[in-house]
């Protein structure tokens, strides 16, 4: 499906400043991603943690694929070993606060990606450009879509301060990796 869809997309250096920083952002976002799960399956010994996990990684490898395969060097991230380092901590963090806060890091985070997405895809479709690049980021937002609501399913964490800490730190955190992700 993608390899089809590569050919269709067209090249990063025909597309206007403003996507070409979304997608520096999107690549970053799925490197950070590939590398929570890794960071997941590093520590945890939680069977449905892995099963989990390991799923959600294949997906998060393909859609960083598509992405490795489409942007140029110059068109990806130059703090892109940060960004690995990033998702690992995340990962391993989570880990260590159980399998509960594991679900619900991946909530969180597919919540703020989710949005990320939304907030490109309604742009494109805005001024009528580029309508091959909207769908792809409309596949990848469905496969978030499904994560999320694959993560949300999985933990009964009741709406506590400290969990309300935990996805503000998680939030505000995807926040700053993206606005720099879109300059670096
Ligand atoms: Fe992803
Ligand atoms: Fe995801």
């Known amino acids: 499906m993608l390899e089809s869809n590569l050919a269709a997309l067209p090249r990063p250096s025909s597309l206007p400043e403003w996507l ?19 960071g997941i399956l590093r520590w945890s010994r939680n069977p449905e943690v892995i099963a989990f996990a390991t799923e959600h990684l294949e997906t998060e490898r393909r859609h960083l694929g598509h992405f490795e395969a489409w942007l140029s060097a110059k068109d990806k991230s130059m703090l892109t070993p940060l960004w690995r380092l990033a998702g690992f901590i995340l ?23 989710i949005e990320h997405y939304r907030q490109q895809i309604e742009k494109l ?9 909207a769908e792809t ?14 993560a949300a399913g999985r933990h009964a964490i009741p709406d506590a301060f400290s969990v309300q800490c935990w996805r503000s730190i998680v939030t505000i ?12």
Not at 125 to 133: F, G, I, L, T, Y
Not at 137 to 150: N, S, T, V, Y
């Open 125 to 133: 479709d805005q001024q009528r450009a580029h309508p091959e690049v």
């Open 91 to 113: 990962g391993s963090l989570a880990v260590f606060g159980g399998a509960h806060v594991v679900y619900l890091t991946i909530e969180v985070v597919e919540t703020f990606v």
């Open 173 to 184: 955190g995807s926040e700053m990796a993206v606005t720099v992700a879109k300059k670096l």
């Open 137 to 150: 980021l409309r596949q990848f937002m469905q496969d978030e879509a499904e994560h999320c609501h694959d």
């Open 20 to 38: 070409r920083a979304e997608l520096r952002s999107d690549h970053a976002g799925e490197t950070g991603a590939v590398w929570l799960y890794i």
